[in-house]
């Protein structure tokens, strides 16, 4: 195994223990077996990209290039903005139901195509899976699932799956740009401008 491998793997390795996740549950929510994962793990086998990005973002991280000059900033942000709680969160039914929503998503891409609508779908559910959504936002959400679930396989279902990445984008969007719920003046006058 290359020796820059080996740091990634062990930090995921040490992410996926700290949140008490067993490689099971981890092979579960990546769409790996559990047995290519302990491979992983254990250095016995090096991982392909796309298996290796599936297990970390199971795990809710995400695998980013920075440009190098930067990475002391973001290192520092990191550290900054980190708390006990971004582990996964195991036990908890939302992520098991984001995880199968993911599942979803990549076995109705293997079967009818990529789209955009389902590319969407896939992002934001990456994304608001990060992320903490009220009960009635996540209600929407579960709502939304189902909905994908019932239509995967129906004729009509390239209207509904666009209807259902619009909703999750709105949803995404409206967490994502949430702001004070007073209106704001457009300007306001300085004391001497009166």
Same mark, same amino acid.
């Not at 290192?75 to 599942?103: C, S, V, Y």
């Not at 666009?162 to 004391?191: C, K, M, T, V």
């Given at each position: ?5 080996? $740091? ?13 996740? #067993?490689?099971?549950?981890? $092979? ?22 796309? #298996? ?6 199971? =795990? ?18 990191? &550290? ?15 992520? &098991?139901?984001?995880? !199968?929503?993911?599942? =979803?998503?990549? &076995?109705? &891409?293997?079967?009818?195509?990529? $789209? ?17 959504? $009220? ?6 959400? !579960? ?28 949803? !995404? ?22």
């Amino acid at each position: 195994m290359a020796y820059q491998s080996e $740091s990634l793997i062990a930090h995921a390795r040490e992410v996926r223990e700290a949140s008490g996740t #067993s490689q099971r549950a981890l $092979s579960e929510r990546a769409g790996l077996t559990q047995s290519h994962i302990s491979q992983i793990e254990s250095g016995k086998m090096e991982p392909g990209l796309s #298996s290796f990005i599936d297990m970390t973002r199971a =795990l809710d991280l995400e695998l980013m290039l920075v440009p190098k000059k930067l990475v002391p900033a973001v290192r520092g942000l990191i &550290k900054a903005q980190a708390t006990p709680d971004m582990h996964i969160r195991t036990g908890q039914p939302d992520n &098991k139901r984001f995880a !199968r929503a993911e599942r =979803l998503v990549k &076995k109705m &891409k293997q079967l009818d195509g990529s $789209s955009a609508d389902l590319d969407r779908i896939e992002e934001t559910l990456r994304f608001l899976r990060g992320v903490n959504i $009220s009960d009635q936002e996540m209600q929407l959400v !579960r709502e939304l699932i189902a909905r994908l679930e019932r239509y995967q396989a129906s004729a009509q279902a390239a209207p509904v799956v666009r209807d259902i990445a619009q909703s999750l984008q709105r949803l !995404r969007n409206s967490i994502a740009h949430a702001g004070p719920s007073e209106p704001r003046p457009a300007y306001s006058l300085d004391d001497g401008d009166a």
